[in-house]
């Protein structure tokens, strides 16, 4: 090999074990102590020191002993330091021992779902968990999580500092919880992906390459939890809803850029790889006889699925879906899919009527999807200025460009 | 609080827009304006004429300096503005990314200065 393949094979080593095993390291330097941020930066120098050794070197057979090695020599030097103010000698001296211990052997143990516990824990405030565990257990940075989020970089570096501090000051455990509060707290760490998962969503087809990004890295932690904890039937719907809304990925724009609705996607360019593993782990889930939230919203795109091969789209059946899921969370965001299927089913007039009974419950003023709604309703039943008013406020609340092209051609068509 | 938020955009590629694409493009400012006033965020806003049409003033030890064109010779130009009421920084954020400019252009957003 010759020193520049040499170079890049350990660049790309160094990248691989970036992926892979940050969040796991960072999960199992910050177990013990709770301090994160001393964990990542302690990982930080590790990665920037294996960027320099292995590509003079060669890459280690064990890359993940090799920066545990590393990041526990900056650990040491940084506690030392505090010393007289948290610990004492022999902590210093457990602490080494442990992290040597995990060198020796090959295998450090995988406390990422711990650290997700921590990371979505009820003390944290709840906008800034999905943040929190993109950079825990993903090592996004600051920038990038805000680019998705709306928030500006410096904000969302303070909020993330700030959360961090709480675990550390307050004592977040890093735990699986106990069985009787496991569903519930696996609940907010699945809403977290699935925030971080809308957001790449969003974005995905802005000029912004991270956006597409966002949605994949979320639906790896969506895997990572599924094989973490395996028996969770929520877990599963989870990485099934977002893989079918992935599988759809190709069909959301036509060659020339333009936004296609769903009703009107080419079924040949969805993904049929993940859309069979969606339904899988559906399967596997409705085994619990557990059903929730994500099992409920999945089981809705599992029917937008099956258009695939029935050509037809089961609007009774996605009616009674929603019926259930609006049951189980009295959403207003589910108020309003509800009435779009009962439009379907009912007439656009009972649609209406559903809709604006959501309306009168739910503060919608921001919410695009109900302005888009009840524009299309209003159109069916003939109400057009309505119909234009709504439209209006629906482009003028969305933020990307193909789908505002969209709009703006259908409230042309009124005329 | 209040925030300024500046449209910055390239004139050039605004002036080459065919007549079809500027029509949807005012419709499109048009919504935008409505859905800020419909949620009681719109304070204020205007449409600058291109830069060729600026003037710079500078007073200097007593002695005044008329110039032609813009404070800064740069691809992307102040085009218009909107002054809006947000609760905090991450709404007025929101309002900004919803802006038909911030995807052609950028967005400055200010936060106003209290007196």
Not at chain 1, 44 to 64: K, M, Q, S, V, Y
Not at chain 2, 63 to 75: D, R
Not at chain 2, 84 to 97: C, G, N, R, V
Request: overall charge negative.
């Amino acid at each position: 090999m010759s020193a520049r393949d040499q170079t890049e094979a350990a660049r790309a080593a160094a990248a691989r074990a970036a992926r892979e095993s940050y969040g796991k390291l960072v999960a199992f330097l910050a177990a013990r102590s709770g301090d994160v941020p001393a964990a990542e930066d302690a990982l930080a120098d590790a990665f920037a020191a294996a960027l320099t050794a292995w590509p003079a070197h060669g890459a280690p057979a064990n890359p993940e002993g090799w920066l545990v090695t590393a990041a526990r020599r900056r650990l040491i030097d940084a506690a030392r330091r505090r010393r007289h103010a948290e610990a004492s000698a022999e902590a210093l001296a457990l602490i080494d021992a442990e992290l040597k211990a995990a060198e020796d052997e090959a295998a450090i143990p995988d406390r990422r779902l711990s650290l997700m516990f921590a990371c979505a824990h009820p003390a944290i405030d709840p906008s800034i968990r999905a943040p929190l565990m993109l950079q825990t257990i993903l090592g996004l940075d600051a920038a990038a999580i805000g680019s998705a989020f709306l928030v500006s970089p410096s904000a969302m570096g303070q909020r993330l500092s700030r959360a961090k501090a709480k675990i550390r000051h307050a004592g977040v455990p890093f735990r699986i919880p106990e069985r009787e509060e496991l569903p519930e707290r696996l609940g907010v760490v699945l809403e977290a992906i699935y925030a971080a998962f809308s957001h790449g969503w969003s974005e995905a087809f802005s000029d912004d390459p991270r956006g597409r990004d966002l949605a994949e890295e979320a639906i790896w932690l969506g895997r990572l939890v599924v094989a973490l904890a395996p028996r969770e039937p929520e877990a599963q719907g989870l990485l099934a809803l977002m893989l079918y809304a992935h599988s759809r990925r190709a069909a959301r724009r036509s060659a020339e850029g333009r936004y296609v609705p769903l009703s009107d996607q080419n079924v040949a360019l969805w993904d049929e790889a993940a859309i069979e593993d969606a339904e899988r782990l559906l399967a596997a889930a409705s085994q619990a006889g557990v059903p929730g939230r994500f099992q409920l919203e999945a089981a809705v795109q599992s029917v937008h699925a099956a258009r695939r091969l029935t050509g037809v789209t089961d609007w009774p059946a996605i009616v009674q879906l929603y019926g259930a899921l609006y049951a189980a969370t009295g959403s207003p965001v589910v108020a309003v899919n509800r009435a779009a299927a009962v439009a379907q089913t009912d007439g656009a007039a009972a649609g209406l009527a559903l809709l604006e009974a959501a309306g009168a419950q739910g503060a919608f003023e921001a919410f695009e999807p109900y302005w888009v709604a009840k524009a299309d309703l209003c159109a069916k039943v003939g109400h057009l200025d309505r119909a234009r008013e709504a439209y209006s406020l629906a482009i003028g609340l969305q933020t990307d460009p193909a789908a505002r092209a969209f709009l703006i051609e259908r409230l042309a068509a009124l005329d | 609080m209040q925030y300024l938020l500046m449209i910055h955009r390239d004139e050039k590629t605004l002036q080459a827009l065919t007549q079809d694409d500027a029509s949807r493009l005012m419709a499109a400012y048009g919504a935008y304006t409505k859905a800020m006033s419909e949620a009681g965020v719109y304070v204020g806003g205007e449409r600058l004429h291109p830069s060729s049409t600026a003037t710079v003033v500078r007073v200097k030890d007593g002695k005044t300096s008329v110039l032609n064109g813009p404070y800064a010779e740069i691809k992307e130009q102040l085009g218009g503005y909107y002054l809006i009421e947000a609760p905090d920084l991450d709404a007025a954020i929101s309002w900004a990314a919803r802006c038909p400019g911030a995807a052609t252009g950028a967005i400055e957003v200010r936060p106003i200065w209290a007196m």
